[in-house]
């Protein structure tokens, strides 16, 4: 396994195998069971990323997850993620600027709308040195796996799709009732509704990507034992006990926790 991308952080639903046409799942199965996609995810990302591309252009790839022998897949969509993440970057600048970033016929595809003609939900969300909290809001402590991978940490925390949107439900219920309407209301909205595209058997995954080495060597650096010292699912569920109860010190406590955790890692991208 290569080393993973340094600074990239993945949310996935796996949905049932079955739920995928027989055309698709047959060639999934035949290229990527029981192979390492995560690899294959990364370099298919960088290059689609380098060298501009239609996003139907070229065959895209999934992963493959097994649970007490029942299959589960996760498209990658990488074409349609990398067309996002060029949309977002061009409305972050200037429209006499972006044009210098960006080759004319990006910006002629991103104006017409090419990003959007798929018509699908991606089954994954990245983000880059950092996790939102609201992604920790979907897990309990005992969803998570630690270790390491021919020399990588690595963490994984995975959950039943229907217990991950109760679990928002919460969050979002805890928010609204502390905040009212906001920003963060609305992206635990956001969330809420993503999650309820997918079929209801599917399974849902946080992958720490490379953001594990930076978290580990973090950690270690504070005096602590490395990843075996995260609890930043459990801070995000003191925070959100602590809005129920109207518990300003108990909600804080846990948010402040979390956010200076996450913050030394987010300064790894300053040092780069």
């Not at 925070?239 to 913050?263: C, F, H, K, N, T």
Request: glycine share 6%.
């Amino acid at each position: 396994m290569a080393t993973p991308t340094p600074y990239v952080a993945s949310l996935r639903v796996y949905e049932p195998l079955e739920t995928f046409p027989e055309r698709d799942r047959a060639g999934w199965l035949l290229r990527f069971s029981g192979v390492d996609s995560k690899d294959s995810e990364q370099f298919n990302s960088l290059r689609r990323i380098i060298f501009f591309e239609s996003p139907a252009a070229r065959q895209d790839g999934v992963h493959i997850l097994e649970i007490d022998g029942k299959k589960f897949a996760a498209p990658w969509a990488t074409s349609r993620r990398c067309w996002s993440a060029l949309s977002e970057f061009k409305s972050s600048l200037p429209s006499s600027v972006s044009k210098f970033f960006l080759p004319r016929e990006v910006e002629e595809a991103l104006s017409l709308g090419i990003e959007d003609r798929q018509g699908l939900v991606p089954h994954i969300l990245t983000e880059t040195w950092m996790i939102p909290p609201r992604w920790f809001s979907l897990f309990t402590k005992d969803d998570r796996l630690s270790g390491e991978i021919n020399g990588h940490p690595f963490v994984l925390v995975r959950t039943k799709l229907e217990l991950a949107k109760q679990r928002a439900l919460k969050a979002h219920r805890a928010v609204r009732k502390a905040f009212g309407p906001g920003p963060v209301e609305e992206e635990l909205v956001e969330l809420i509704n993503w999650l309820n595209v997918f079929d209801t058997g599917s399974m849902l995954e946080l992958d720490y990507g490379g953001l594990a080495i930076y978290l580990n060597t973090s950690l270690i650096n504070s005096g602590e034992i490395g990843l075996e010292a995260d609890t930043s699912i459990e801070d995000v569920h003191m925070s959100i006990e602590g809005l129920e109860l109207g518990d300003a010190v108990m909600a804080g406590s846990g948010y402040e926790r979390l956010v200076s955790r996450w913050r030394r890692v987010s300064e790894y991208e300053r040092a780069t």
